[in-house]
């Protein structure tokens, strides 16, 4: 999706291939504002604010000790690609940054779940 979204002009300020996209997945607000240049929290670009149609919400995220954070900031999502019995890929999205970032994590953290049609 993310390699999709950047090779198609979905970053906030269209250049080609840049990583700018977080823009493009999040509705505006809930998100917690940002000075960001093209962060999902700053108010300039708005007609990139979800252009995707994925709506992402900053939902936050469970640490493995119980405890909730995030929340108006964060979104994170699982993949389907698990790495380990322990650990799996995902996704998330942060207030302040412009990017999507992929990472691996342990499977005791909580996060929102996407299904996306490939």
Request: with cysteine.
């Amino acid at each position: 999706m993310r390699d999709y979204l950047k090779e198609n002009g979905y970053s906030y300020d269209n250049i080609i291939g840049h990583e700018g996209i977080a823009k493009s997945l999040a509705t505006h607000p809930p998100w917690k504002r940002s000075y960001n240049m093209g962060a999902i929290g700053d108010s300039n670009y708005p007609e990139y604010n979800n252009i995707s149609g994925f709506s992402a919400l900053p939902s936050g995220m469970r640490r493995p000790n119980g405890f909730f954070t995030g929340l108006g900031e964060f979104f994170g999502c699982w993949s389907a690609n698990i790495v380990h019995y322990y650990s799996i890929y995902g996704c998330s999205l942060y207030n302040v940054n412009n990017q999507m970032s992929a990472f691996e994590v342990s499977k005791n953290y909580g996060f929102s779940i996407r299904c996306i049609k490939d």
